[in-house]
């Protein structure tokens, strides 16, 4: 059975501060991984995805994600925060040898202070 | 419009109304989801057609009843709804060869 957990429901950054996003997953295949924001009163958009390339994963807006299977981690950074960066932000994994289902945590709410 | 198109975003209705809700996508793709969001849960895949066939059906109450017509529409029919199911549902779409997900923006549902 596939998982992810994200470590924090809130966290809270001053504006052009580093913004880190924690996601654990747990997959007995080798998964696929997935980065999604969700701005207030709209739908899910794609951040960035990994699928067995290269490890650093580059996205939208300035935000990447690193793979590292040793510790089963999908972290999700910024090196500076924007105002705009405020919303939600969901990882899910998918199986590989599975089309269409996708597995999302929690959810991590990201606060940006001026 | 393009993208995933949902309506409508805002909907009110009683235990005993029956409403549907409405998903077009506009990107050519096969495959289409119906999740629901609840404040403080993960989402939770309810519903997946392919080639417009439903191949997953994650133990859903019947008083929801999914429809896809063709590769470009899917409904959500309600019935007989409990306060409980007041949340967000969100639609979704894929090529059938990706599991990158396309959303629409959802429909806010509150039952009273």
């Known amino acids: 059975a596939q998982s992810v957990t994200q470590l924090g429901s809130h966290v809270s950054v001053s504006e052009g501060a580093l913004v880190l996003l924690r996601c654990n997953y747990s997959?007995?295949?080798?998964?696929?991984l997935f980065w999604y924001v969700q701005y207030p009163n709209q739908g899910l958009q794609l951040l960035l995805k990994?699928?067995?390339?290269?490890?650093l994963v580059k996205g939208i807006n300035g935000f990447e994600a690193e793979f590292k299977k040793s510790e089963t981690s999908f972290h999700l950074t910024k090196p500076s925060a924007h105002m705009s960066d405020a919303a939600e932000y969901f990882c899910?994994?998918?199986?590989?040898?599975?089309?269409?289902?996708?597995?999302f945590g929690s959810g991590t709410r990201l606060l940006v202070r001026p | 419009e393009t993208g995933v198109t949902q309506t409508p975003r805002h909907l009110v209705m009683g235990m005993t109304n029956k409403k549907s809700l409405k998903c077009e996508q506009h990107?050519?793709?096969?495959?289409m989801y119906w999740y629901k969001q609840s404040a403080k849960k993960p989402l939770e895949l309810m519903f997946v057609?392919?080639?417009?066939?439903?191949?997953e059906n994650n133990s859903v109450p019947s008083r929801f009843s999914p429809e896809c017509p063709n590769s470009s529409h899917l409904f959500l029919h309600l019935h007989t709804l409990q306060p409980e199911d007041s949340a967000l549902y969100l639609c979704?779409?894929?090529?059938?060869?990706?599991?990158?997900?396309?959303f629409g923006p959802g429909t806010r549902l509150t039952v009273l």
């Open positions: 979704a779409s894929s090529p059938l060869d990706s599991n990158e997900q396309f």
């Open positions: 997959s007995s295949v080798p998964p696929y």
């Open positions: 990994y699928t067995s390339a290269a490890t």
């Open positions: 899910a994994v998918s199986r590989m040898d599975s089309s269409y289902k996708l597995i």
């Open positions: 990107l050519g793709h096969n495959a």
């Open positions: 057609y392919s080639l417009e066939e439903r191949v």
